[in-house]
């Protein structure tokens, strides 16, 4: 295999693995790939992403457990060959091994996966569907609602960290964040009616507040809860006071 040039870069969003031009990287946020050294990706089959989310995320899992939940209908033993050829499969592809261990597999350790970084967007194996393996199919949607939730806390946190600082311009963007990642998550929505309203942007907060209101009533036919009126009450007496301020006539001459 040739060498890559130091100076490739990323190749897209949610492709930060790729920013590393001295190895191979694995994606399984968004469409799931394998992240050549020089930037190339290599679009990853649904039995293919699975083994590398399963070996990634149960850290020393076997190779029997692996070849079940893969090919739930075979016998052992052609389960089993079917991991074997996947796992070759892989490595004619790489050149070198991605995936190793007799018994219990793992990462091949200067191997780069998008899953450590907490922080980052895109669902777990993409749109990938196990339905025609149940216990896959468990497996996977319990690991997309854990990354979900792993992602809203570090989001919440890098926003709070944000705010108490004074930051109010990158708790934005985190509040932001949360939203494309929750759409109906009412107090996401509100840490950003708050964080416009400290801004002093009555406008965008009370804009966050209809697109809330929006969201609920076309998604799931309830309106806003108790708590998201009292602020939007709070917002639209501040903005009618500003608007009663601009109005007032100059305060006369002594």
């Not at 649904?46 to 995320?57: E, N, T």
């Not at 076997?62 to 490595?91: C, E, F, H, I, T």
């Not at 995936?99 to 980052?120: C, H, K, R, T, Y």
């Not at 929505?189 to 969201?215: I, N």
Request: proline share 6%; glycine share 6%; net charge positive.
């Amino acid at each position: 295999m040739s060498k890559a040039p130091r100076n490739a870069g990323p190749q897209g969003p949610g492709n930060a693995c790729a920013a590393d031009d001295r190895r191979w990287s694995v994606r399984l946020l968004g469409d799931p790939a394998l992240i050549a050294p020089d930037g190339r990706a290599h679009a990853l089959e649904k039995r293919a992403a699975a083994l590398f989310a399963l070996v990634a995320i149960e850290s020393g899992i076997s190779r029997a457990r692996v070849a079940a939940l893969l090919w739930p209908d075979s016998p052992d033993a052609l389960a089993r060959q079917a991991l074997r050829q996947q796992l070759l499969r892989l490595k004619k592809l790489a050149g070198r091994e991605l995936l190793g261990g007799a018994s219990a597999l793992a990462l091949v350790p200067d191997v780069a996966i998008d899953l450590s970084q907490p922080e980052a967007g895109g669902e777990l194996l993409g749109a990938l569907d196990f339905a025609d393996s149940e216990a896959l199919a468990d497996w996977v949607e319990a690991r997309r609602a854990q990354r979900r939730q792993s992602v809203a806390a570090a989001l919440c946190q890098r926003l709070a960290e944000a705010e108490a600082s004074g930051d109010l311009e990158t708790a934005l963007l985190f509040a932001q964040r949360l939203i494309d990642a929750d759409p109906g998550s009412e107090a996401h929505h509100r840490s950003l009616m708050r964080l416009h309203y400290r801004r002093g942007d009555v406008a965008q907060a009370q804009a966050a507040y209809e697109r809330l209101r929006g969201t609920l009533k076309r998604d799931f036919g309830i309106a806003p809860a108790p708590e998201t009126e009292d602020l939007a009450r709070t917002l639209r007496a501040a903005q009618a006071a500003r608007v009663a301020a601009s109005r007032a006539p100059p305060a006369a001459l002594l």
